[in-house]
């Protein structure tokens, strides 16, 4: 065994001189930490609908950024991290005019809307190589729901690598809702929760670096493209985050230090009335909207993001970067970097002040009337695991395969109700997604989910079951259901639905 | 291994990895497809019988000890693979399914940061990961005065990790039981 001596240490150490950029980024981490949410929003940064027609063009490039005062190279739209915001209200036509600089093939999925998952709407079969223009278009039905709603790359087999870019962007989809008074009255703010890990040159890790297996995960958290910015509440005030989990695997255990907030919606679905929140788990895909109501002693309060373990093939809790990144993950295994990437690390995503008062707002008493689905007339089962194939080796599984872009994996009628029980089998945390409608949650592991909320993203932990309740409705053709750790669906654990 | 600067080289000899680590991992995609509304987008799918680059015997005069003691949770699919590998270079595998693993780590000195999905004890060594067996009668040869190798994490291509035809670069790391680390090996490719 060949002892590192003084010389090779040496050069190991020139080698290594591009870490200096990532320690002296620890070290003015603070001074970056201010960032500033009050700025008068860049144009180009939201895109709305007038005269019910949502168009614009939408480059994927390559482009410099700002991400946390430091110099990076992002996969983006437009040039922005994050995406621009789109906005429409329900019955829109949409007309996005997308061009690939990017230089990989690419396409675009609109993560919870219901839309149609063929042609030029939501379909995720689609590739547009590179040098390429689509033209996206499709009308929001009259009963889309209205709310947080995002759009990503989905081409299997790239998807972790092209979010983990930077590719991502809301699309909010506005109404009655934000009518409500008290809804109206607050004040509006948008969180687009992403994580990166940059090389030394400020570009994304390479894959073959990132712990593929576990999904990879970057040490550096921007909120909005900063790091730690603040938001304004006015005291006696509503504040409303609508926060999206834009993250390829990392999951956020979300609490606002010292203060309580009232969740208003799950994945762009309103719940029936605000439910007070200590905590809220989004995982990747998942999306919150929360009421913050200034009626504490005026101050700072950190929007912190705790300790999570979604497991990992019996891996010790903290302190885990070496054996969650790779060793040769570079950066992964820098001790600066493992300090304030423990997975017991407590962390701020953001601050909020309280700023002048205003007239007292209250929280609104009802938001909407969540229907209960009739009884299924089908009981599916779905089990997630990963493990050894005949036809790929290692791969992420459901019900034993993995994906195979060709199978249709679960046919399905058009107006039927189907319960789909979900099993975790393995040792990691599963988030499962499925594509075009919303479900609701039937049970956990045999006991009765009592949140009526309808949702797109469902966690399903190592171990447990989970029932959902989903109606096939208005549009026939094939689309997907995986799971969003986009590591994990790139490496198989996706199926194909068709719904006839 | 006093001249071990742990923390130093830990972070070091990563850097250089990372830099002098060519890519050797490459997704599969299909050519020759255009933006129509095709969908065989992982058409390529083999259907090859399962051939490992691991299976190959490169320790042919190994004569130490082949019993080992492999610790793994019971819904750890992979490691069952790597029992495999391991057999196959003609150790004896003794499989204990607990859960209780992360006490088997601490006992045996296995540096948190180094952990992988199961943990093998062999001549009192700890073998953590998936690790290329005849890494293992190599560091056994040697007898030296450390207290294990390890493959942190699950980097795809290592035996047991087999992915059609993704290999993460990875290193074979060796530690003591002050959880100093230096490189045993390093496969930039295989």
Redesign the interface.
């Known amino acids: 065994?060949?002892?590192?001596?003084?010389r090779q240490?040496l050069?190991?150490?020139a080698?290594?001189a591009?870490?200096a950029i990532f320690a002296s980024y620890t070290q003015r981490r603070a001074s970056y930490s201010q960032g500033s949410s009050n700025s008068p929003l860049d144009l180009s940064k939201l895109h709305h609908s007038s005269n019910g027609l949502l168009e614009l063009d939408l480059e994927a490039s390559e482009s410099p950024v700002n991400l946390g005062g430091k110099r990076a190279y992002l996969l983006t739209y437009n040039g922005h991290i994050p995406a621009p915001r789109l906005e429409a209200k329900p019955g829109d036509k949409v007309r996005i005019h997308f061009t690939n600089n990017l230089s990989q093939?690419t396409n675009l999925h609109y993560h919870g809307l219901h839309i149609p998952p063929?042609?030029k709407a939501d379909?995720v079969?689609?590739?547009?190589?590179p040098g390429?223009k689509?033209t996206y278009e499709f009308d929001l039905a009259k009963n889309q729901a209205e709310g947080t709603f995002w759009y990503h790359p989905h081409?299997?087999?790239?998807v972790a690598e092209q979010l983990f870019g930077g590719l991502a962007g809301l699309f909010i989809v506005r109404g009655e809702l934000d009518e409500i008074p008290e809804i109206k009255a607050a004040k509006e703010e948008f969180l687009v929760l992403q994580d990166f890990a940059l090389?030394?040159y400020g570009r994304p890790?390479?894959?073959?670096?990132m712990?593929?297996?576990?999904g990879r995960e970057g040490d550096l958290i921007a909120v909005n493209g900063q790091i730690n910015p603040s938001f304004s509440l006015p005291a006696n005030g509503l504040l409303r985050l609508r926060i999206l989990n834009g993250s390829t695997s990392r999951f956020y255990r979300l609490s606002l230090e010292n203060h309580p907030f009232y969740q208003i919606a799950t994945d762009g679905n309103s719940l029936n009335e605000p439910i007070e929140v200590s905590e809220l788990l989004l995982t990747p895909g998942q999306r919150a909207d929360v009421l913050v109501k200034g009626d504490r002693q005026p101050g700072q309060y950190r929007l912190l993001n705790l300790p999570y373990d979604r497991g990992?093939?019996?891996?010790?809790?903290?302190?885990?970067?070496?054996?969650?990144?790779?060793?040769?993950?570079?950066?992964?295994?820098?001790?600066g970097m493992?300090d304030r990437n423990d997975r017991n690390a407590t962390i701020a995503l953001a601050t909020v002040n309280y700023e002048s008062s205003v007239k007292s707002i209250d929280l609104p008493n009802k938001i909407t009337s969540i229907p209960a689905l009739p009884e299924p007339m089908q009981v599916r089962h779905f089990e997630l695991?990963?493990?050894?194939t005949?036809?790929?080796?290692?791969?992420f599984l459901i019900n034993g395969e993995?994906?195979?872009?060709?199978l249709i994996n679960t046919q399905v009628r058009l107006d039927t109700v189907e319960d789909w029980e979900i099993t975790n089998?393995?040792?990691m945390d599963h988030p499962f997604h499925v594509h075009v409608n919303s479900f609701q949650v039937i049970s956990r592991n045999g006991r009765s989910e009592s949140l009526p909320a309808w949702r797109d993203t469902v966690l399903v932990r190592?171990g447990e079951t989970v029932r959902i309740r989903i109606r096939f409705q208005d549009f026939t053709g094939?689309t997907v259901y995986h799971c969003h750790i986009l590591d994990h669906e790139?490496?198989g654990m996706m199926g194909i639905m068709k719904i006839r | 291994m006093s001249?071990?600067?742990p923390?130093?080289?830990?972070?070091?000899?990563?850097?250089?990895?990372?830099?002098?680590?060519a890519?050797?991992?490459s997704?599969?995609?299909a050519e020759n497809?255009?933006?129509?509304?095709?969908?065989?987008?992982?058409?390529d799918?083999?259907?090859a019988?399962?051939v490992s680059v691991w299976d190959e015997e490169t320790e042919p005069s190994y004569s130490g000890t082949k019993e080992m003691t492999v610790y793994?949770?019971p819904?750890?699919?992979?490691?069952g693979?790597w029992i495999e590998h391991a057999e196959k270079h003609g150790f004896k595998v003794k499989d204990i399914k607990t859960e209780q693993?992360?006490a088997i780590?601490q006992k045996y000195n296995v540096p948190?940061?180094?952990?992988?999905?199961?943990t093998t004890i062999i001549d009192g060594y700890a073998i953590e990961g998936h690790i290329p067996a005849d890494d293992i009668k190599r560091?056994l040869k040697?007898k030296?005065k450390?207290a294990g190798l390890a493959?942190?994490?699950?980097?795809?291509g290592t035996p047991?990790?087999?992915?059609?035809d993704?290999k993460?670069?990875?290193?074979v790391?060796?530690f003591n039981n002050k959880g100093e680390v230096?490189?045993?090996k390093e496969y930039q490719s295989y």
């Open positions: 065994m060949a002892k590192i001596n003084r240490f050069v190991l150490s080698a290594g591009g870490s093939p063929t042609g379909n079969f689609l590739r547009i190589n390429e689509f081409l299997h087999g790239l090389d030394n890790m390479d894959s073959g670096h712990s593929l297996m576990m990992g093939m019996g891996m010790m809790g903290g302190g885990m970067m070496c054996g969650r990144g790779m060793m040769g993950g570079g950066m992964m295994c820098d001790r493992m695991n990963h493990g050894m005949p036809a790929v080796g290692m791969a993995p994906y195979s872009g060709e089998t393995g040792v190592r094939k790139d490496l | 001249k071990l600067l923390k130093i080289i830990f972070t070091s000899i990563a850097i250089a990895s990372a830099i002098g680590g890519i050797y991992f997704w599969t995609i497809q255009t933006a129509s509304n095709q969908n065989s987008i992982a058409k799918t083999k259907t019988s399962f793994r949770s819904n750890c699919g992979c490691c693979v693993i992360e780590k948190p940061q180094l952990a992988a999905c199961h560091f040697e030296p450390l493959v942190p994490g699950m980097p795809l047991g990790m087999e992915a059609r993704m993460q670069p990875f290193q790391l060796a230096q490189i045993f």
